[in-house]
């Protein structure tokens, strides 16, 4: 007999008949971020919305921003500062274009927004540690914001001809940047859930650029190209991962000055293809960790499996070795909903996805970072499919998103 998960803390639809597609949470989890959203249709209610916890045991509601009247798909994906101090959030007006990106002092709320409008959808926004750099991607675009005096300005943009740019990520620290996706693919998927039946790969290849921030300016430090295109980056700052359509992960280490170079590249077992969930964190030790979920092509819908891999530097000191630690089979493939907490103690990762017209039932998981053995004894189920899940730094606390539009919130989430 399956175990379900533990009840949520407590939980609260922002609005209904809309989805959450995106989650942030402050380092101590007393603050988040989401914004409401519908894939594919328009909407009068789409918001950016700000709560708030004290002991844990319920939500406030601090401010919403509403985006307007017709916007389209509405809040694709959000951000906030370890301190919970500053927010983003990024999404679309119209079906091809433009896109906005809004930043938010957090403590003073909507009226604090700061808005830049984008040649399309915003794809990803993250924001370093304090909130003073954040790195959005567009289009075949890249841009940089800097916070001074209170104020964001674009301060740095890059232009990948030929690249259709899906993801970022930001070192805790600001300095560098990582960005990927697809180049020169005639059509790259451009919906919310590459999966079944949409979970195809793409015609072009990948790749991976790191930027070095100069004071707010970047410059492209290395690119790689993958065979197959990058659906996820991410990174701790000396090292960058990026997630595969062919179903491989690979790790970059800055070995000197700016210079990345490739680690490996882990296939791993039982095979997976369209790895769209990814994580990474660095234990004291120095021992890197990413976590990784893609789905098995050859069922309808298609079923999931989440893997650990530990990267440590080799016995010659010449390079680094990766090792499968565990994999849990999932009903349904990960979605992008998988981090882990800054001790790599434990890993989340959400589950469903649309099929036949149809949302399959959705899960929530935590996962021990170590073994693969999960702490809730099983997970917590939805109706339907659940998109976005994050970990606090700490550990303490875990924030979820779902298509049935509730958001969902677990304190002391290892017991």
């Not at 971020?33 to 519908?38: A, E, K, P, Q, R």
Request: charged share 10%; hydrophobic share 35%; proline share 6%.
């Amino acid at each position: 007999m399956s175990i379900n998960g533990p009840e949520p803390r407590w939980s609260v639809q922002p609005f209904p008949g809309l989805q959450i597609n995106s989650t942030a949470i402050s380092a101590n989890g007393a603050t988040m971020i989401t914004g409401t959203s519908i894939e594919g249709a328009s909407s009068d209610d789409f918001a950016v919305y700000c709560y708030v916890t004290g002991d844990g045991s319920s939500g406030q509601l601090a401010w919403s921003d509403p985006l307007g009247q017709t916007a389209y798909d509405g809040i694709f994906w959000v951000a906030i500062s370890a301190d919970g101090a500053y927010a983003a959030a990024g999404g679309s007006y119209g079906k091809s274009g433009p896109g906005f990106l809004r930043l938010y002092n957090v403590a003073e709320g909507a009226s604090s927004r700061q808005e830049f409008a984008t040649t399309g959808r915003v794809n990803e926004v993250e924001m370093s540690a304090d909130g003073t750099t954040v790195v959005a991607v567009f289009e075949d675009t890249v841009s940089l914001y800097t916070r001074s005096g209170g104020t964001y300005q674009l301060t740095g943009t890059a232009t990948l001809p030929g690249a259709y740019v899906r993801t970022c990520a930001i070192s805790p620290d600001g300095t560098w940047v990582a960005v990927g996706g697809n180049q020169d693919d005639a059509a790259p998927t451009r919906t919310r859930r590459p999966s079944s039946p949409r979970r195809t790969t793409s015609s072009g290849t990948g790749f991976v650029t790191v930027f070095i921030n100069q004071q707010g300016v970047i410059d492209a430090a290395s690119t790689w190209k993958p065979t197959a295109g990058v659906l996820r980056v991410v990174m701790t700052g000396a090292f960058v991962a990026n997630a595969n359509e062919d179903g491989s992960v690979q790790l970059y280490s800055r070995v000197f000055m700016n210079v990345y170079t490739l680690a490996w590249t882990f296939w791993p077992t039982p095979q997976v293809s369209y790895i769209y969930a990814l994580a990474i964190g660095q234990t004291a030790d120095g021992t890197v960790y990413v976590a990784a979920g893609g789905n098995d092509p050859s069922t309808s819908p298609s079923a999931g499996t989440l893997f650990m891999i530990r990267s440590a530097a080799n016995a010659g000191g010449t390079g680094f070795d990766a090792t499968q630690l565990w994999s849990q089979a999932l009903p349904y493939a990960p979605n992008p909903a998988t981090n882990m907490d800054a001790a790599v103690t434990t890993v989340t990762a959400a589950v469903g996805e649309p099929h036949s017209g149809t949302e399959t039932p959705g899960d929530f998981y935590l996962f021990d970072a170590m073994t693969g053995t999960s702490p809730w004894g099983g997970p917590y189920a939805t109706s339907i499919m659940n998109w976005a899940m994050v970990i606090n730094t700490a550990g303490t606390a875990v924030f979820g998103g779902s298509d049935n539009g509730y958001i969902y919130y677990w304190g002391n989430p290892t017991t």
